[in-house]
């Protein structure tokens, strides 16, 4: 019989040289596993969803990606309610995918495709931290858009009551899940360069009637869209013209204007299709329409590349059609 006394006292040798590397730091578990919390605000009628009958579904969320989900209970008069995801950061990124997901009613294991529906995410960042989250002239924001497909916006003002910013992250759930990835991932970097200070204070929803208008965020992403019933504008809104084709004037409106809506509200903007021959799309080309948006200039530079989005994929959809339509006939 071989002797395994030898292979045993190695084994038992390596343990402890692996025992010894970890304490020492050497086999530290990488930041990807470093423990974080993540919290945003969402309408009280997502968190709905989330939640499920029961709480099915946010079960269902907690067990396919290993985080832990909380949703605060919701206050009269608020339409939002806070969304607490902890633990490491791979489960926590992964948990806002599949949030996204279940959003949309979209399958689990199924990756985004092209006609995803977006979705805005709001992050609470700390103030002290916003600053690591954007980088240097933008480029840590630019940064994570290129690497994940998603639009990225950071408040200026902070929300009430709290040195909180909000971050609105907004794209499919494949999108969402790679930019919280790269977010947690700047945050629990800083974290370990300068822990929070003891002047952090933390968002807490009230209700709306106790909310004072000077404890309120200066006008920011976070803010309501501004109308043109508003009694003056913010400051820092500017407007842009673009023209759109009359026969895809529908694609962008939707049906009972839900596609136009969704798109007011990923951006933040103020988007107005102006009715063929207005005194406003005088000058304008008889086969398209006037679109004016009015926003902060990140925002109106979203609401544009969203239109045009989604204008190249009505195109490409109607060329497929009519591919298939050309095809049929010579058959």
Known sequence: MPDNTNSATAQSSKST????????????????????????????????????????HVNEIREKSGAKV????????????????????????????????RINDEPFDVPSVPGSRAVTIKFMIPNSRMGSVIGRQGTKIKEIQDASGARLNASEGMLPGSTERVLSVAGVADAIHIATYYIGNILIEA???????????????????????????????????????????????????????????????GKGGSKINE????????????????QNNAGGPENER??????????????????????????????????????????
Not at 27 to 45: F, G, K, W, Y
């Open 17 to 56: 040289d692996e025992q010894k590397d970890t304490k020492d730091g050497k086999d530290a578990p990488p930041v990807a596993q470093s423990q974080i919390s993540m919290r945003c605000l969402i309408v009280t009628q997502d968190a709905s969803i989330i939640i499920g009958k029961g709480g099915s």
């Open 70 to 101: 909380a949703v605060s209970e919701s206050i009269p008069g608020n339409p939002e309610r806070i969304l607490n995801v902890s633990g490491p950061l791979d489960a926590v990124s992964k948990a806002f995918g599949l949030i996204v997901r």
């Open 191 to 253: 974290n370990e360069r300068a822990p929070h200070s003891s002047t952090h204070s933390s968002y807490r929803p009230s209700s709306s009637a106790s909310s004072s208008s000077s404890s309120r965020p200066r006008p920011s992403s976070y803010s309501t869209p501004y109308t043109p019933h508003s009694h003056g504008p913010p400051a820092q809104l500017q407007e842009q013209k673009i023209y759109i084709p009359n026969d895809l004037v529908g694609c962008i409106i």
């Open 263 to 278: 798109l007011r509200h990923l951006s933040v903007c103020n988007i107005k299709i102006m009715e063929p021959g207005a």
């Open 290 to 331: 006037l679109v004016v948006i009015t926003g902060q200039p990140a925002n109106i530079q979203m609401a544009v590349s969203m239109l045009y989005h989604r204008l190249e994929q009505e195109k490409q959809k109607q060329l497929s059609q009519t591919g298939t339509s050309s095809a049929s006939h010579v058959r």
